[in-house]
């Protein structure tokens, strides 16, 4: 697989809304869906030992993508409501993809 493009960000937050949050997820997801330039997966993670923290992973085909869909009015949307249901403000780290293994 060739992942030499690939970009991924990590969103770092902390809720106690987090069905609210899910659903302003949702809603926009329906509202970019076939947008070309957008998200290709989504990961989200909840830690075992801290409920309210998540960690949710998205990948973008490229690093150009992801600032397209960044500059976006309708992800500055999403991400200001998402923000207002946080207990702490979320943090992020861009990377890009080294290595990619599928073992199932």
Request: glycine share 4%.
């Given at each position: 697989m060739d992942v030499s493009k690939k970009?991924?960000?990590?969103?770092d937050f902390e809720t106690d809304r987090f069905d609210e949050m899910q659903a302003v997820a949702?809603?926009?997801?329906?509202?970019?869906?076939?947008?070309p330039?957008?998200?290709?997966?989504?990961?989200?993670?909840?830690?075992?030992?801290?409920p309210g923290h998540v960690l949710v992973v998205i990948e973008f085909d490229s690093?150009?993508?992801?600032?397209?869909?960044?500059?976006?009015?309708?992800?500055?949307k999403m991400a200001e409501q998402m923000?207002?249901?946080?207990?702490r403000p979320p943090s992020f780290t861009d990377c890009d993809v080294l290595d990619m293994t599928e073992f199932k």
């Amino acid at each position: 697989m060739d992942v030499s493009k690939k970009f991924v960000q990590i969103v770092d937050f902390e809720t106690d809304r987090f069905d609210e949050m899910q659903a302003v997820a949702e809603e926009a997801d329906k509202r970019m869906a076939g947008r070309p330039g957008g998200p290709t997966h989504r990961l989200v993670l909840r830690d075992r030992s801290n409920p309210g923290h998540v960690l949710v992973v998205i990948e973008f085909d490229s690093y150009e993508d992801a600032m397209r869909n960044s500059q976006d009015p309708e992800t500055g949307k999403m991400a200001e409501q998402m923000a207002a249901l946080c207990t702490r403000p979320p943090s992020f780290t861009d990377c890009d993809v080294l290595d990619m293994t599928e073992f199932k």
